[in-house]
């Protein structure tokens, strides 16, 4: 599921990370994400802020599916990530370094194509703490945008 | 300024100018959530806005079954962040709405050199339910 082409998309350094979830009503939610892991066997382990996420975690306690939508802001390249929740925890010092690395790069690669002042959108952007939230992906839908798009991709 | 419990005033108008991306995330009948960007939120009135439809299939496929969305905005000066929850109202492939927003939608795709690929299918109308600020 997670090839190589994935994994290395999922690993640069200008992409815009999202998370959709629904309640046991369907209602639904978004919350940015501040970073990502990629684990072994299509399981990804996504970083969401304390201070944003209480309805987030109040879905998944309802509804473990969940979505990623990731975009690459220089290029609009995007792909979606349909997913089942594993686990939820608060995210420990290790994981917290690994958003900073990530927003630096985010807000570094957003700065370098627009001229925004990086540290206050870092600022605005990354408050820890955060939460972790670890899912196995099962379907990716492409989504950049072009004519036909959207869907499934199988590897 | 001040942003009402459902309402949207003049605080949020630049969050609404299509300089920021959005994700949309809709939920299927059966609980699945699908997450998609969208180049812009149009503010239509106090109540309402409107989502701009160029490739949202599997959003119009779950709409059609649950009519609710989740959206944030980012304001492009001090990248504030707000969550609109939303309801579906109508599609519209012509009038004021959807000849405003085909034009914003032009100059964007101009900027960004996709004239060939942004197409507006249609103007959906959402009323506004609630609006949360995130950050």
């Known amino acids: 599921m997670l090839n190589t082409y994935h994994k290395t998309f999922l690993s640069s350094p200008g992409i815009s990370i999202w998370l959709g979830s629904a309640n046991a009503h369907n209602v639904p939610d978004t919350v940015r994400a501040t970073g990502l892991t990629l684990e072994e066997n299509d399981i990804i382990c996504c970083y969401v802020s304390q201070n944003d996420a209480s309805q987030l975690l109040q879905n998944i306690s309802e509804n473990k599916r969940i979505s990623l939508v990731a975009s690459e802001i220089s290029n609009f390249v995007t792909y979606q990530y349909k997913a089942t929740v594993i686990a939820t925890y608060t995210s420990n010092r290790e994981e917290e370094i690994i958003q900073e690395k990530f927003m630096d790069n985010f807000c570094t690669t957003l700065t370098n194509i627009f001229p925004l002042p990086k540290e206050k959108i870092y600022n605005m952007y990354l408050r820890l703490p955060s939460v972790s939230i670890k899912f196995k992906v099962e379907k990716i839908f492409e989504q950049s945008p072009k004519k036909d798009t959207g869907g499934e991709v199988f590897a | ?135």
């Open chain 2, 1 to 135: 300024m001040t942003i009402e419990k459902n309402k949207i005033t003049e605080a949020l108008f630049p969050s609404l100018q299509g300089v920021m991306p959005s994700v949309i995330v809709t939920c299927s009948k059966a609980g699945i959530p699908n997450a998609s960007g969208v180049s812009q939120v149009y503010y239509v009135d106090e109540d309402h806005v409107a989502i701009s439809n160029q490739f949202l299939n599997k959003t119009i496929k779950n709409i059609a079954e649950n009519p609710l969305m989740s959206v944030i905005i980012t304001c492009p000066v001090n990248f504030v962040m707000h969550k609109l929850l939303l309801s579906f109202v109508e599609s519209q492939t012509s009038g004021k709405t959807f000849g405003t927003m085909k034009l914003q939608l032009d100059v964007l795709a101009s900027m960004q050199g996709m004239q060939d690929v942004f197409c507006l299918r249609s103007a959906d109308i959402y009323e506004v339910l609630s609006i949360e600020k995130v950050n």
